[in-house]
């Protein structure tokens, strides 16, 4: 740990000699604490093996990203490196407050501000993961095409490594233009792993965003996932129709887009996402 407290006293300017860690949980890639030092100063670290380090790298790129949209707030980054045969990320600590309408609404509001903003292309500028699935981001103009060839049928190809294959996927990525023939999204700056978990308010009910997957994309896939496993309340959705409108296919294009989340957590931990992806597809190529 004394390497790590040297890396924060290099990047804050200030001695940081850590006093106490206490565990947090809720994830299940990354080792995650909070770190106090002697003089009170709190910061939120994360460990991981060594070659996690680009990941780190991604995700730092991510949270500055975010930040710098002056819209929805993220943690700041401090520092991140690597320590014998492990990487390390440190943000700083927000203390978590009680989620409540208000911050549900002001969550809801400034992220379709942060949606509104249109970015250069689909992708983004470098590789980084979802979970601790890779996730290719090669810059394209085309979003069907990226949706496509690099969300969809590179989950596709990790599944079939697995042994598992789907039916009528050949069938359901040649026809994907159909589902944007008559919407035609810009790329927005997305989270990218928007589920209740990566979503919370601090102390003062303000809404902040972490553990990013990010790249620019349709909104849409943003909001689609937190559909996936809740935790997001009608005043967060009314607030963000209110600032953004979403596309009136958006309830058709929610399934293509959450697709990719159930491969990916087959992917990461198989069991019952087989089905649920299988059924996402069979639905799917119902509406063609």
């Given at each position: 740990m004394s390497e790590i407290d040297d890396a924060i006293s290099s990047a804050t300017g200030v001695q940081f000699k850590s006093q106490s860690s206490s565990s947090i949980g809720g994830g299940c890639i990354n080792q995650a604490s909070k770190i106090q030092s002697v003089d009170g100063r709190t910061f939120f670290l994360k460990i991981n093996q060594a070659s996690f380090l680009p990941f780190f790298e991604a995700e730092a790129i991510a949270l500055k990203e975010i930040r710098a949209t002056q819209t929805i707030m993220a943690p700041d980054v401090i520092t991140h490196g690597v320590v014998k045969d492990q990487a390390f990320l440190v943000l700083e600590y927000i203390e978590e407050g009680?989620?409540?309408?208000?911050?549900?609404?002001?969550?809801?509001?400034?992220?379709?501000?942060?949606?509104?903003?249109?970015?250069?292309?689909?992708g983004w500028e470098r590789d980084n993961c979802i979970g601790a699935t890779p996730q290719p981001n090669p810059k394209t103009n085309s979003w069907s095409e990226f949706y496509r060839d690099h969300?969809?049928?590179?989950?596709?190809?990790?599944?079939?490594?697995?042994?598992?294959?789907?039916?009528?996927?050949?069938?359901?990525?040649?026809?994907?233009?159909?589902?944007?023939?008559?919407?035609?999204?810009?790329?927005?700056?997305?989270?990218?792993?928007?589920?209740?978990?990566?979503?919370?308010?601090?102390?003062?009910?303000?809404?902040?965003l972490y553990d990013p997957a990010s790249y620019y994309g349709d909104r849409e896939a943003d909001l689609a996932f937190t559909y996936m496993f809740g935790g997001f309340s009608s005043s967060f959705y009314d607030a963000y129709n209110q600032e953004y409108p979403l596309n009136s296919g958006f309830s058709q294009r929610k399934t293509l887009y959450n697709l990719y989340h159930e491969l990916n957590h087959f992917n990461l931990f198989?069991?019952?996402y087989a089905s649920s992806a299988q059924s996402s597809i069979d639905q799917l190529l119902s509406q063609l």
């Open positions: 009680r989620s409540s309408s208000g911050s549900q609404k002001n969550l809801g509001t400034l992220l379709a501000k942060m949606h509104k903003i249109e970015q250069p292309f689909f969300r969809l049928a590179f989950q596709f190809k990790l599944a079939q490594s697995k042994g598992r294959a789907f039916e009528g996927v050949q069938k359901m990525l040649e026809s994907i233009e159909s589902f944007f023939s008559d919407y035609s999204p810009h790329p927005s700056l997305l989270h990218g792993d928007l589920w209740g978990g990566n979503a919370s308010c601090d102390s003062s009910g303000v809404p902040f198989g069991g019952g």
